[in-house]
């Protein structure tokens, strides 16, 4: 994500001329509004959704690893009542960092995104 703001998006927008609407008619080159920490934070909840996503998928499919992987995590090395608390932990962080970042963008909607993310995941993954 950071890459891809300052490797791509960031010399693509500072091409781009927006005309102000102050009376001017002045151009501007379109710069990102986003302050560093908010796509710190915005980076960090898509990797705590995503950790929280792998933990669950690990504790709903013990008897697929097995067949497959041979190797099970959940319910050998790491108890599963704790696979959940740290799913939960995971998606408490996540939502709570996507929920900053909507605040900090000015709309508080978008961060109901991070606990739809989440939920579907938790309820996806519980069914297959």
Sequence with gaps: ???????????????????????????????????????????AA???????????????????DLINRGKVIVGT?????????WHNILNVAGVAAGAYVSWKAGSLWMGLLFLLVTGLLYFLLRKL
């Design 1 to 43: 994500m950071v890459l891809m703001r300052y490797a791509v998006i960031e010399p693509l927008l500072g091409r781009v001329t927006v005309t102000l609407l102050d009376g001017t008619g002045a151009h501007v080159p379109w710069i990102s509004s986003l302050p560093c920490i908010a796509l710190f934070c915005l980076s």
């Design 46 to 64: 898509t990797v705590f959704i995503t950790a929280g996503g792998y933990v669950i998928n690990d504790y709903f499919d013990i008897k697929t």
């Design 77 to 85: 090395k790491i108890p599963r009542r704790q696979a959940m608390m």
